[in-house]
C-alpha cells in the first residue's frame, strides 16, 4: 500500500496564478484533510471531507476550494495565488471511529512569488 | 482559531539527557493525540490518551493525559539522536475525527 501520496512536491507560482493540488489514499478511509503548515504555527486545517461527497470548512479556508472526487482522492485549488499562500501542505486521511490517527501525505511545497 | 499550547517550542539536549514537552488546553478534552514529525518529514502517529490519568508507554517515552483532560505531556528518557524532529499533540475536536494541533517542541539533540 503506498498509503497517502500527494503531488507535485514542489511548486512555484506567480501572485494570481491557479493550481491544483492532488492527494490520494489507497487506506479506505473515510476521512480526509487539508492542512499548511508555517513555521511556529503547527498544522493548520484548511479543508476536510468526512465522507464522500461532503466538504467542509476548517480553521484557514479563505482563498481555497476542494473537491472530494471519489472515496480515494481529495484535491485541493488555489484560485489566484498570494505570497501569503507559500507554505508546506500537507493532505491526511483517518478512519472515523476507535483510534482515528490521520496518516499523512509527504507534503507539498508551495512558493508564490 | 485557538490552537493547543505546547511548551516549550524548543529544547536543545545533549544526548541521554531527558526531555519533556507539554500540551495544555483551556477546555477539557475528549482524548488527545501524539505525533512527531522528522526535519523535512511528515506527522507520523505516535499514540492516542483517553483515560483521566492515563499513562502509555513506548520504550523511551512516556505518554500522560492529565486528572482533569486539559493538560498531557510526552516524556523521553536518555534522548538518542534519532529523536530530533517535533513533537505535536493534538486534541480531538469531536466532529469528523477533525483534531486541532498544538503549536509543536522542537527537539534537538546533540552527542
Known amino acids: 500500500n503506498a498509503g497517502v501520496t500527494q503531488t507535485p512536491k514542489f511548486q512555484v507560482l506567480k501572485t494570481g496564478q491557479s493550481m491544483t493540488l492532488q492527494c490520494a489514499q489507497d487506506?479506505?478511509?473515510?476521512?480526509m484533510y487539508w492542512y499548511r503548515q508555517d513555521p511556529g504555527m503547527g498544522l493548520r486545517l484548511i479543508y476536510y471531507s468526512a465522507s464522500e461527497g461532503t466538504t467542509d470548512k476548517g480553521e484557514v479556508p479563505n482563498g481555497y476550494n476542494v473537491s472530494r472526487l471519489n472515496k480515494r482522492e481529495f484535491s485541493l485549488r488555489l484560485e489566484s495565488a498570494a505570497p501569503s499562500q507559500t507554505s508546506v501542505y500537507f493532505c491526511a486521511s483517518s478512519v472515523q471511529r476507535g483510534v482515528y490517527e490521520q496518516y499523512f501525505g509527504p507534503g507539498t511545497r508551495l512558493t508564490v512569488t | 482559531g485557538q490552537q493547543v499550547m505546547q511548551i516549550p517550542q524548543y529544547q536543545h539536549v545533549q544526548e541521554g539527557e531527558d526531555f519533556t514537552t507539554y500540551c495544555n488546553s483551556s477546555t477539557t478534552l475528549s482524548n488527545i493525540q501524539w505525533y512527531k514529525q522528522r526535519p523535512g518529514g511528515h506527522p507520523v502517529f505516535l499514540i492516542q490518551?483517553?483515560?483521566?490519568?492515563e499513562v502509555k508507554k513506548q520504550k523511551r517515552l512516556t505518554f500522560q493525559f492529565g486528572e482533569a483532560k486539559k493538560n498531557s505531556s510526552l516524556h523521553i528518557t536518555a534522548t538518542q539522536t534519532t529523536d530530533v524532529g517535533t513533537y505535536f499533540c493534538?486534541?480531538?475536536?469531536?466532529?469528523?475525527?477533525?483534531?486541532?494541533f498544538g503549536t509543536g517542541t522542537r527537539l534537538q539533540v546533540t552527542l
Open positions: 493534538a486534541e480531538d475536536t469531536g466532529t469528523a475525527s477533525k483534531l486541532t
Open positions: 490518551l483517553v483515560k483521566s490519568g
Open positions: 487506506m479506505n478511509h473515510n476521512s
